[in-house]
């Protein structure tokens, strides 16, 4: 089957131009919301006096927030996008193009994954300032930095056919995304919490992310990060199939 290369890459054109465009609202505010996380947290419970899996706090923490930033300007690309053209009427020009539901989600997806990845390296850059960061597996920290955004971007776009006002969108995130993020281990070793509680947060696949990226830079982790990739992968995989099917129906974008 024949790819439209240039219609995808235009409709990723647009989507990074999109966010590029407001640079200091996409990428400089997430770098410094994310920094003064770390300085309160790192304040609050002891950035150097704390030790968790051998390392300072603050340095167990860092990871963390760098794949929440990440994550999270993912997901609000995608999402946000969906949402602005429906509340302008122009969503239909998405749907008349000649390119096929896959094709269309590759562009949105893609697009939220740099944004994802861009604010990730903002922060990264920003923290080193201050904290002494390190990378213990490449191939690890490219694939969930990959994986992760992806999953976010897609979610985004599911989101984003859903949501029909700004609200619904803002449920989704603020029900769903805000509080899977935080009760991931980003601030906290899982290995910590009650048997139960510990059950719960392995059914949580941004544990799985925050973790494996946490291996990738730190070389610590609360499970082994080779299930984390399979996880991932799965729920990757799933999202994508999903995302696809709406596109091809229609649903939400026809009517």
């Not at 200091?24 to 968790?52: D, K, S």
């Not at 899996?53 to 927030?65: D, Q, S, V």
């Not at 994954?113 to 960061?133: D, H, Y």
Request: hydrophobic share 55%; glycine share 8%.
């Amino acid at each position: 089957m024949q790819i439209n290369l240039i219609g995808t890459a235009t409709l990723y054109k647009r989507e990074t131009w999109r966010f590029l465009k407001v640079w200091n609202q996409t990428l400089v505010a997430p770098m410094i919301t994310t920094t003064i996380f770390l300085a309160i947290f790192a304040l609050a419970l002891g950035g150097n006096a704390r030790m968790i899996h051998g390392m300072h706090f603050i340095n167990f923490i860092a990871p963390g927030l760098i794949m929440m930033a990440m994550v999270q300007n993912a997901f609000a690309n995608t999402s946000s996008s969906f949402m602005i053209a429906k509340l302008q009427g122009v969503i239909i020009d998405w749907l008349t193009p000649p390119l096929s539901a896959a094709e269309l989600e590759m562009g949105f997806m893609l697009g939220g994954m740099t944004r994802g990845l861009m604010v990730g390296c903002t922060v990264a850059v920003a923290m080193s300032l201050f904290v002494p960061l390190e990378v213990h597996s490449w191939a690890y920290l490219l694939f969930f930095s990959l994986a992760a955004t992806m999953m976010l971007s897609l979610f985004g776009i599911i989101t984003g056919i859903i949501g029909n006002t700004p609200d619904q969108v803002s449920a989704i995130s603020n029900f769903f995304v805000t509080p899977l993020s935080f009760l991931s281990g980003t601030f906290y070793s899982v290995n910590d919490l009650p048997v139960f509680f510990q059950h719960i947060s392995h059914a949580n696949p941004f544990f799985y992310m925050i973790d494996g990226f946490r291996f990738a830079m730190t070389g610590a982790s609360d499970t082994d990060p080779a299930l984390g990739v399979w996880v991932l992968l799965g729920v990757n995989t799933l999202l994508f199939m999903l995302a696809r099917l709406m596109f091809a129906r229609g649903w939400r974008l026809k009517s």
